[in-house]
């Protein structure tokens, strides 16, 4: 069974914050993805990363920036948190093409205040 | 623009009844398109898929059709039952487009009513 991991479930942050939302998958998979999913908006692409070091920009990449040191965890961060980055945060991993099906954690429940 | 619309955000059904879920698309070079359910508070975990060279794919209570001509599938459960309910999401991949990256729809909340 595949297994995505997010640091936390729930968090809390002050605007202005540093935050670091933690995802490892154990897959030993090539792709990794950040979503972000708001009532309404559906899930939108944040970044992506097909291979360690490397990073792709999603559909909404403003204020986000991610880190992809170890093949199996993939980190994004918000450099100055703010209130309109309250959302559920949502990682996902696949293998190599030609594999389709992405792999969800649980989530990441961040409110930023 | 939209790739992946599911035009009815909600649904309301009986149980024991038949649950539809619409989606359209409009991206032509889609060779697999796959639903997902969400409930709250946790990840979308996925349900059934059908690849663009099929027009139906069935999973125990769950059947997906694809009408490549009309641009549309739909997921239809039967019979619902209440723990049925939770968002569905509807996606297609674009092969060696963008990695392959899934494209998603914005989500049906399907409540299914004892």
């Known amino acids: 069974d595949v297994k995505v991991t997010q640091s936390s479930r729930y968090l809390v942050k002050r605007t202005g914050e540093k935050v670091f939302l933690e995802c490892v998958q154990d897959?030993?998979?090539?792709?990794m993805f950040w979503y972000r999913q708001d009532p309404g908006l559906g899930l939108r692409l944040i970044y992506f990363s097909y291979d360690v070091k490397m990073k792709e920009k999603g559909d909404i990449p403003e204020g986000y920036s991610v880190s992809r040191e170890k093949k199996e965890r993939f980190s994004l961060i918000l450099e100055s948190a703010s209130t309109n980055q309250t959302s559920m945060y949502l990682c996902?991993?696949?293998?190599?093409?030609?594999?389709?099906?992405?792999?969800f954690g649980p989530g990441t429940r961040l409110t930023v205040t | 623009d939209q790739q992946v619309k599911q035009n009815s955000p909600s649904l309301s059904v009986q149980e024991g009844r038949i649950s539809i879920l619409n989606c359209d698309y409009t991206?032509?070079?889609?060779?697999?398109f796959l639903w997902y359910k969400k409930y709250p508070a946790e990840g979308p975990t996925f349900l059934i898929s059908i690849s663009s060279i099929k027009d139906k794919n069935e999973d125990g209570r769950f059947t997906v059709f694809l009408n490549k001509s009309a641009k549309h599938l739909s997921l239809h459960i039967v019979p619902s039952q209440p723990g049925d309910s939770a968002v569905y999401f509807c996606?297609?991949?674009?092969?060696?487009?963008?990695?392959?990256?899934?494209?998603f729809g914005k989500g049906t909340k399907l409540s299914v009513k004892p």
């Open positions: 991206n032509s070079m889609f060779d697999y």
């Open positions: 996606a297609g991949r674009n092969y060696g487009g963008s990695q392959g990256n899934l494209i």
């Open positions: 897959m030993d998979h090539e792709n």
């Open positions: 996902a991993s696949r293998d190599t093409e030609p594999s389709y099906e992405q792999y």
